[in-house]
T-cell receptor, first 110, second 112 residues
Framework: QKEVEQNSGPLSVPEGAIASLNCTYS??????FFWYRQYSGKSPELIMS????GDKEDGRFTAQLNKASQYVSLLIRDSQPSDSATYLC??????????FGKGTRLSVIA | EPEVTQTPSHQVTQMGQEVILRCVPI?????FYWYRQILGQKVEFLVS????????KSEIFDDQFSVERPDGSNFTLKIRSTKLEDSAMYFC??????????FGQGTRLTVV
């Protein structure tokens, strides 16, 4: 059974701070890793993908991957109240479907 | 920007009735998915579809469920004899190659 684990939160950070969201996965052969943002009542929105060890930056977002530790993280710099949402970690191998974690609820306080 | 489109946005049905949820994936995508999310729970995989056939399905996707791609654009999920526990958000998603999947806005199914 492939599992993706996330702390459900809520994670509260002040506006302008760095939010750090973490995810671990059980399937050692997982190859592709994604972060989705989901606002309440809305669908998941793809914000980052990462496929190799290290960091990948896109604007205020940085995804970090450590396959040896089976660990993925998402950093959000200069957090804004509009970043308040649930962040879903998703993992897949080859053409298998995405497996999602339960998500971490982020609250950015103005 | 191309997007996945789902209809209806909200469907209320009586227990035991059949419902069809419709999706128009992004046009050049090859892989199609249905996921569901029960309120307050995680996004769960139901079925994937590639090359006009089911490529993988979860334990949830039993004989009550079926999928079709009746023409070159639409992708449907049929739920026969709905149960109260089928109430959830149903998301269609599509992707090309190895990219992450893009989700439609969802259909909220309420079984009463």
């Amino acid at each position: 059974q492939k599992e993706v684990e996330q702390n459900s939160g809520p994670l509260s950070v002040p506006e302008g701070a760095i939010a750090s969201l973490n995810c671990t996965y059980s399937d050692r052969v997982s190859q592709s890793f994604f972060w989705y943002r989901q606002y309440s009542g809305k669908s998941p929105e793809l914000i980052m993908s990462i496929y190799s060890n290290g960091d990948k930056e896109d604007g205020r977002f940085t995804a970090q991957l450590n396959k040896a530790s089976q660990y993925v993280s998402l950093l959000i710099r200069d957090s804004q109240p509009s970043d308040s949402a649930t962040y879903l970690c998703a993992v897949k191998t080859g053409n298998t479907p995405l497996v999602f974690g339960k998500g971490t609820r982020l609250s950015v306080i103005a | 920007e191309p997007e996945v489109t789902q209809t209806p946005s909200h469907q209320v049905t009586q227990m035991g009735q059949e419902v069809i949820l419709r999706c128009v994936p992004i046009s050049n995508h090859l892989y199609f998915y249905w996921y569901r999310q029960i309120l307050g729970q995680k996004v769960e995989f139901l079925v994937s579809f590639y090359n006009n056939e089911i490529s993988e399905k979860s334990e949830i996707f039993d004989d009550q469920f079926s999928v079709e791609r009746p023409d070159g654009s639409n992708f449907t999920l049929k739920i026969r004899s709905t149960k109260l526990e089928d109430s959830a958000m149903y998301f269609c998603a599509s992707r090309d190659t190895d990219r992450g999947a893009f989700f439609g806005q969802g259909t909220r199914l309420t079984v009463v």
